[in-house]
């Protein structure tokens, strides 16, 4: 048993109980035997404790008998510190627009799903957390996904393969567009000149033209456009921003970001259902805006392998890589020009696009260097070098380092120097730069922010298009946003497939190379 008086009338008792195996608390690892210390506000309990128990003159003997995930979303806000080097810190999800209340029928907004594949049945069902919306149709050229999409939603709604019996229904106020890319510009066009506002699945655009195409039909329209990279309204990217902006990174001149996938879901090698054919799927309407073929399952499911209708790992991952690094940075424009490398591998299955890729995109006052590999599991870390940190995003976890930038004397090249020149030296940096008196140092620790348990980004998305709905606010990933993350994407494809450096053009609103 361990005791610490923490003021007069506040006494924590701790009893270590040494881990017998590697536990995780919001992925932080405590390995065997060690040390953890909690903070309740301004109450820290001191290392080792691991089982607590607080007393003070106001409150009774409380305990908390288990340090698991569940206690901790009941403490709110509050924070970890492993050890002496790091504190861990809950973040709070903001209430969604009309959580917890009636919403009035006038607030209600009706909205249909076109496209209902893995991506659009995400969405669907990321739908049930936002207050005050409903689904009142469903379109798919493959007719299964018509009862997936009703499962998804949790209820029957009104199924069709023909969009535009969708956007033709006065009942639907905006459109949910998860389709292959090829035939966003097509759909967003119609949707916007129908009067409805547009939820457009990441990236916006299958090509340069495209992607001025729809922001031409969004402004001329008057409606509201958010693209789907949910990283954007995530709580996790939203403390990156606020980090970012306060300074606390100092100068940051170089960002890198990864990608990694080690498995045939993540190269999009999907299974093909047993019912997939040219009587459940109408594939002369999935070619429109793609040259004409026989049919093939493969390019139906697969869809992202092929230049007709996706544009590979650039436009499936590059694209939340960036998104979420515009969003933190305050960036919202093309990068200068991009340089490629990489190559098809491993899934050499008759795919157009390569099994990894590497791209470095200049931007005016920061370098980015993504990556992408779809030969090894390593997950999708963002970095940000700063001259006074490094922050670094996994999942939703963010992490933030600070950099030992106190004053040093030097020790290297003085290596060179006769003895009494270096004490001489030595002597003269010691009088110029007085050490701080013991009570004054703080050593600076290692902060990690994470979301709760259950917290959902894309919920989150979602919710903050439908607000935009209402108050007709542009959101943060609008057209112009969306556009300009697009163009990153093809600018990496250009570079690679061309050899060549990509340069953005922005007179023009062409790539040039």
């Known amino acids: ?5 923490k003021s007069n009338d506040e006494r924590i008792r701790f009893l270590f109980i040494p881990l017998g195996m590697t ?5 932080c690892e405590i390995t065997k035997s060690a040390e953890l210390g909690v903070s309740f506000g301004s109450s820290t309990l001191c290392p080792g404790a691991c089982h607590a128990e607080i007393r003070n003159n106001q409150e009774k003997e409380r305990s908390m008998h288990s340090l698991t995930r569940r206690n901790f979303m009941r403490i709110g806000a509050g924070s970890v510190a492993a050890g002496a080097a790091a504190k861990i810190t809950l973040l709070e999800p903001a209430a969604l627009w009309g959580q917890g209340q009636a919403v009035a029928p006038s607030d209600r907004i009706h909205f249909a799903s076109i496209g209902t594949g893995t991506r659009g049945c995400e969405l669907l069902a990321a739908s049930l957390a936002v207050p005050g919306v409903e689904c009142v149709a469903v379109c798919d050229l493959y007719d299964s996904r018509h009862e997936a999409a009703q499962e998804a939603v949790q209820k029957q709604v009104p199924a069709t393969r023909n969009y535009k019996e969708i956007l033709d229904r ?7 567009v998860a389709v292959p890319d090829h035939q966003h510009r097509r759909i967003v066009v119609d949707a916007c ?7 457009i699945e990441k990236p916006m655009s299958h090509t340069v033209e495209d992607g001025f195409a729809m922001v031409d039909a969004v402004r001329k329209g008057n409606r509201i456009l958010q693209v789907g990279s949910q990283r954007v309204s995530s709580i996790v990217y939203e403390k990156a921003r606020e980090l970012y902006s306060s300074g606390a990174l100092g100068d940051v001149f170089f960002i890198e970001g990864s990608s990694d996938r080690n498995s045939p879901s993540g190269a999009w090698v999907y299974p093909i259902p047993a019912d997939a054919s040219e009587q459940t799927i109408d594939w002369d309407e999935f070619l429109v805006g793609a040259p004409k073929r026989p049919f093939d399952a493969a390019r139906f499911f697969r869809w992202r ?5 996706g544009e590979g790992l650039a436009g499936d991952l590059f694209v939340h890589l960036l998104s979420g690094i515009y969003f933190i940075t305050g960036t919202n424009e093309a990068p200068k020009r991009a340089q490629s490398s990489g190559g098809l591998f491993r899934w050499k299955d008759g795919r157009d696009f390569p099994d990894v890729i590497e791209t470095l ?3 005016p006052k920061f370098r980015v260097l993504l990556r992408c590999n779809l030969n090894n599991a390593g997950g999708e870390p963002i970095r940000f070098h ?8 996994i999942g939703q976890t963010l992490t933030f380092t600070p950099q030992d930038t106190s004053p040093k004397p030097e020790t290297y090249s003085t290596k060179g120097w006769p003895e009494r020149l270096r004490k001489e030296y030595l002597a003269q940096w010691a009088a110029e730069h007085p050490q701080p008196a013991p009570l004054d140092f703080q050593a600076e620790e290692a902060e990690t922010f994470t979301a709760p348990q259950g917290y959902s980004d894309v919920s989150a998305h979602e919710a903050n298009f439908f607000t935009a709905v209402r108050t007709r606010k542009p959101t943060i990933e609008n057209e112009e946003f969306g ?3 697009a163009i990153g994407c093809h600018l990496a494809n250009y570079a690679y497939f061309k050899n060549t450096i990509a340069t953005w053009d922005a007179a023009a609103k062409t790539i040039r190379g």
Not at 1 to 5: K, N, S, Y
């Open 386 to 393: 700063g001259t006074k940190g490094t922050m670094e995003i």
């Open 483 to 485: 556009n300009h993350a």
């Open 305 to 309: 392998c092929f230049f007709d209708y």
């Open 361 to 363: 995109y200049d931007y």
């Open 193 to 199: 000149a129908a009067g409805k506002d547009v939820y």
């Open 1 to 5: 048993m361990r005791e610490c008086l």
């Open 170 to 176: 006065k009942d639907v106020d905006a459109v949910i």
């Open 23 to 27: 536990n995780k608390i919001f992925g």
